[in-house]
């Protein structure tokens, strides 16, 4: 990610990906990254329920939904400081996958193109992750494709 051009990256929140590396997000921003965030909509209280019962054992609906808003807190400091290509979308679907698609769109595929993956399953030790490159040709494609169509398909969300 460190070098990355476009990164897209999908999740029910991303709070600890965003607090974990918030200075990293700022200076890509500023480097000229353009970044692009689709987190469940916290005003969706059926995605934000189901999310909380199926991803987060023991946590509320309610505790997910801060975690939330607290990610798109973040994420306004990080366009207001950086003015940066940073574009915010909101689904109100819980979605089963996170991604981080890094330089994944046709204009900024290089060697270091890769998606990261992450399902959602009811969390526990060693939980499914991996990761593809295009030389995995039909299934990243079909990973990427999944994850633009839900891009394309959610609400702008602030920024």
Not at 24 to 48: N, Q
Not at 73 to 90: D, I
Not at 93 to 99: Q, R
Request: neutral net charge; aromatic residues 12%; contains cysteine.
């Amino acid at each position: 990610m460190d070098h990355a051009r476009d990164l897209l990256i999908t999740g029910v929140s991303r709070n600890t990906l965003l607090t974990s590396n918030y200075t990293k997000f700022e200076t890509w921003l500023r480097d000229g990254c353009r970044i692009r965030f689709m987190l469940i909509d916290p005003a969706s209280d059926a995605a934000v329920s189901r999310a909380a019962e199926r991803y987060y054992a023991n946590r509320s609906p309610e505790f997910l939904r801060g975690r939330i808003k607290h990610s798109l807190k973040l994420l306004e400091e990080l366009q207001t400081s950086t003015g940066g290509a940073l574009s915010v979308r909101l689904t109100s679907y819980p979605i089963a996958m996170g991604i981080i698609a890094i330089d994944s769109s046709p204009d900024f595929r290089s060697v270091t193109s890769a998606i990261f993956s992450e399902y959602y399953t009811y969390q526990a030790a060693g939980e499914p992750k991996f990761m593809m490159t295009p030389a995995d040709a039909r299934w990243y494609e079909n990973l990427l494709g999944e994850a633009e169509a839900f891009w394309g398909n959610a609400i702008p969300g602030p920024t």
